[in-house]
């Protein structure tokens, strides 16, 4: 499996103005759109003995479920993929006593990777075995040098 990756330069700490450039590695993804239920449900109906309208139910029943447990103020561990957890954003207030409900902005949920999803390049414990990173700046500049070349 290969990773796509671009340079992009940026501050190395944006809280400075004149922090120094670097360059950092940015995925780029490969379809305009996101993957959705649907095509896990097809996805799994076809590895499977489960209709896709069956797998699309057990999705969605998933969902709904992984919601609720949240909301009920329990974190959510799927064995092999990550940790669910809830998160509250406000401005925040200087004195404790005085922040209320009312200061909260937004509730967002969480998702941390177990150790076998997340990737140090090298470790050959993980699935770094079958991933390869790919520079699409290299690739680019391979293809307009070999176009160029031809002409």
């Not at 561990?77 to 005085?98: A, H, M, R, T, V």
């Amino acid at each position: 499996m290969a990773i796509l990756y671009k340079k992009v330069v940026r501050s190395s700490d944006p809280t400075q103005a004149n922090s120094a450039k670097k360059a950092y590695p940015v995925i780029i993804y490969r379809y305009s759109h996101a993957a959705n239920l649907a095509e896990f449900s097809k996805e799994i109906s076809n590895n499977s003995y489960l209709s896709e309208r069956d797998v699309s139910s057990v999705l969605n029943n998933f969902c709904r479920l992984l919601k609720k447990t949240l909301i009920c103020g329990r974190l959510v561990n799927i064995d092999g993929l990550g940790c669910f957890s809830l998160s509250l954003q406000s401005q925040g207030i200087e004195n404790p006593e005085k922040l209320t409900a009312a200061d909260i902005s937004g509730l967002r949920i969480c998702f941390r990777a177990n150790k076998d999803i997340r990737l140090k390049v090298g470790n050959a414990a993980t699935c770094s075995d079958e991933l390869v990173f790919i520079d699409i700046d290299r690739i680019n500049n391979k293809f307009r040098s070999d176009t160029s070349s031809k002409q």
